[in-house]
């Protein structure tokens, strides 16, 4: 018997809600808040609160009551302040992902212990905490060469797949693979680390998306590249399997590899001077551990964009998975873990791990 294993009932096309309620109270960090009381609220209607709610569930899930726990005052809450979300249709996972921490953000206001004070735009409140990370843009003139750069923040990463109306090109020379039509076909697998190599490989933005360079003083072609400025505690990587377009709504079931541990190093912006040109090199720097994680939680689609369920795979005590099938508990070996589709995938880092 596990603590902290619950099911979760399903209220009507809700699997898409208790995968991701699994994910997060098997959050190492964020179950040590909201299990030693720290949540302040300061709502004129507690009842209201979406982070009071949390602070309920994670007493619930980490009581020792095995009986499936009933979510429907988190389930309206939800509907109340994100109201694209409202109704029993199947919604997306990884939309309600964003809009539940979106809605604990804004709801754990005061949580911050004041550390606003020195920079009013700065939130400090436990999600950001676990969840932001920085990404940095370089645009780069194709002129002067010269360098613009933005740092925005961000909960996720979301990662093209091939299969998509997007091109998938082709990665690296070690990648074993061979280009056809301009996608990338790697002996019939793609890996995490190879959609990754794509996020971060520069992009040419062509004459259509010309920008004003303040160098020349004029509008110039241009080339972006994304790297990661600062990692999140937790890392959740988005795999796009849904596309909508005014022609085409499909999902792409195409597998992608992923593993147990990841080092980000490659992708950081402090790594890219050791990359040429965009291609992917071996980090010299395998020391660095603020930079590695452990998989902890997989969120998974089966079926079709019209028809389909959601289902996760949640990890306790370093190895030991399990099966979350809304109301049912199963065990999962590692192999069941990774060789699901993935939809979404959860990262800790390593160095901040705790059971």
Same mark, same amino acid.
């Given at each position: @018997?596990?603590?902290?294993? !619950? ?9 898409? /809600?208790? @995968? ?17 009381? !720290?949540?302040?609220?300061? /709502?004129? %209607?507690?009842?209201? &609160? ?32 994100? !109201? ?14 964003? #809009?539940?921490? =979106?809605?604990?953000? +804004? ?30 843009? =370089?645009?780069? &003139? ?18 093209? $797949? ?13 990648? =074993? ?18 959609? $990754? +190599? ?17 160098? @020349? ?28 377009? #005014? ?12 593993? $147990? ?6 992708? /950081? ?15 010299? *720097? ?10 902890? #939680? ?13 289902? %996760? ?5 370093? *190895?030991?998975?399990?099966? @979350?099938? =809304? ?12 060789? %699901? ?15």
């Amino acid at each position: @018997c596990f603590i902290g294993l !619950r099911g979760l009932i399903n209220l009507g096309n809700t699997c898409f /809600m208790n @995968c991701i309620v699994q994910a997060l109270t098997h959050t190492p960090l964020l179950r040590d808040f909201f299990l030693s009381d !720290r949540h302040k609220c300061e /709502m004129q %209607s507690p009842s209201s &609160c979406l982070v009071c709610e949390m602070s309920t569930l994670f007493q619930e899930f980490y009581s020792g009551h095995r009986s499936p726990h009933i979510p429907y005052r988190l389930l309206h809450l939800v509907w109340t302040h994100a !109201r694209h979300l409202a109704g029993y249709e199947q919604q997306d996972a990884h939309e309600f992902l964003i #809009a539940a921490l =979106d809605v604990l953000h +804004r709801h754990c206001k005061g949580d911050d212990n004041g550390k606003k004070a020195n920079n009013p735009n700065h939130c400090n409140c436990i999600i950001d905490q676990i969840f932001t990370g920085g990404l940095q843009s =370089d645009v780069t &003139c194709q002129v002067c060469h010269g360098v613009s750069t933005t740092i925005d923040p961000f909960w996720d990463i979301s990662l093209d $797949l091939p299969g998509s109306s997007t091109p998938f090109w082709p990665l690296s020379p070690g990648s =074993d693979g061979s280009v056809v039509n301009g996608e990338s076909h790697v002996s019939g697998t793609t890996t995490l680390t190879d959609c $990754l +190599r794509r996020f971060t490989r520069p992009e040419h933005l062509g004459s259509s998306a010309k920008i004003k360079c303040s160098g @020349c003083h004029s509008y110039q072609e241009s080339t972006k590249q994304l790297t990661m400025k600062k990692l999140p505690i937790v890392a959740c990587f988005h795999l796009k399997r849904f596309e909508h377009s #005014a022609k085409l709504r499909r999902k792409i079931t195409t597998y992608v590899s992923f593993p $147990l541990e990841l080092d980000m190093t490659p992708f /950081m912006a402090s790594s890219k001077e050791s990359r040429m040109n965009g291609q992917y090199q071996q980090p010299t *720097d395998s020391l660095n551990n603020d930079n590695k994680y452990s998989l902890f #939680a997989v969120v998974n689609h089966q079926g079709t964009l019209e028809s389909g369920h959601y289902t %996760s795979f949640i990890r306790q005590h370093k *190895d030991q998975w399990f099966k @979350c099938d =809304d109301a049912i508990i199963t065990k999962a070996s590692i192999k069941d873990v990774l060789d %699901s589709e993935g939809y979404l995938l959860f990262y800790h880092k390593q160095f901040l791990e705790y059971e």
